[in-house]
């Protein structure tokens, strides 16, 4: 068996999806995920920024799967990110730290953002203090 893919994405809005959210998508199958059929209904569901391969302990999580695609979403103006980019992203960063290298996470962050502002040209962050800071 090859190795699996996991898909960093937007979701795509429509008559189904109602609210921005960023979009994890894991491969539990290569056959379903990787034809033109399995490759159509990503494209559906989410606008595709990045791609890299599961780690072994990830695989193992998507054996016990029954579908082709497992998603995991960070829905943008709800709590705790609130309509901030930069906290989505770092909320992201953090649920990788265990599978990720940090270099890696850093490229998938900046290709969610520049994908993320090529999709909303006048997004501005949220102006409210989100969390304390002391320096």
């Known amino acids: 068996m090859g190795k699996l893919k996991v898909y960093y994405g937007w979701a795509r809005i429509g008559n189904v999806r109602k609210k921005r959210a960023l979009s994890v998508m894991f491969e539990n199958e290569i056959l379903g995920c990787r034809s033109d059929r399995g490759q159509r209904c990503l494209r559906t569901i989410q606008d595709t920024a990045f791609e890299r391969y599961q780690t072994d302990e990830e695989m193992d999580d998507g054996k016990r799967q029954n579908r082709i695609f497992t ?10 990110i609130n309509g901030s980019l930069e906290r989505c992203l770092l909320i992201n960063s953090e649920s990788d730290k265990n599978h990720v290298s940090k270099a890696v996470r850093e490229k998938i962050a900046e290709a969610l953002r520049r994908a993320f502002m090529l999709a909303n040209p006048g997004y ?4 409210s203090q989100l969390e304390l800071k002391f320096e």
């Open 71 to 80: 998603e995991y979403s960070l829905f943008l103006d709800e709590r705790p």
């Open 124 to 127: 501005k962050e949220p102006s």
